[in-house]
């Protein structure tokens, strides 16, 4: 277990990272572009998808 969060320093971090937000932030442009919502209706669709995402990963390592 100590060995995984090891290797998850550095690039690996940052990629999923940014993998995260690139999920959130084409869920957001669909939602405002393919569903015509208004844009703060998906901000909170990504601040909320961010919110579960982080509580999963809590529940998971923990």
Known sequence: MAEDKMMMHGK???LEVLGIL???YGVGNYLMVGLNW???GAWIA??????L????KKTMIS
């Open 53 to 56: 995402i982080g509580w999963a």
């Open 38 to 40: 208004p844009s703060y």
């Open 12 to 14: 690996g971090k940052i």
């Open 22 to 24: 690139a999920i959130v």
């Open 46 to 51: 990504g601040g909320v998808i961010l919110v």
